[in-house]
């Protein structure tokens, strides 16, 4: 079992910067991949990012490549998102998930823990 607390957001302003993370309980948090995912108001969740259980493999959504940088600090129990010149399509619910699966990348069916999510909202 694994349960994950998301913290960071906040209201920033377009171009801003935040920096979410997630804590996860428990002793096994290194050997899972661990996901970003985020859901704006009337729309699906969709995928963000993802890092493998070492932190060497990331994947991330074509819609913010270049700006967020996902991370983790296995010894911490944590992982990150850093996210740089944000938008107002970035305006969302971002939740961290772990997977038990090798390579979960963005398919979301496939993550079976979930946070809470944490609320960034982005003025334009």
């Known amino acids: 079992q694994v349960q994950l607390v998301e913290s960071g957001g906040g209201l920033v302003q377009a171009g801003g910067s935040l920096r979410l993370s997630c804590v996860a309980s428990?002793?096994?948090?290194?050997?899972?991949?661990m996901g970003w995912f985020r859901q704006a108001p009337g729309k699906e969740r969709e995928f963000v990012a993802a890092?493998?259980?070492?932190?060497?493999?990331?994947n991330y959504a074509d819609s913010v490549k270049g700006r967020f940088t996902i991370s983790r600090d296995n010894a911490k129990n944590t992982m990150y998102l850093e996210m740089i010149s944000l938008k107002s399509e970035d305006t969302a619910v971002y939740y961290c998930a772990a997977a038990g699966s090798s390579w979960p990348g963005p398919r979301e069916n496939e993550y079976g823990y979930w946070g809470q999510g944490t609320q960034v909202t982005v003025s334009s």
């Open positions: 890092i493998s259980w070492s932190g060497r493999r990331t």
């Open positions: 428990g002793r096994t948090f290194s050997t899972y991949s």
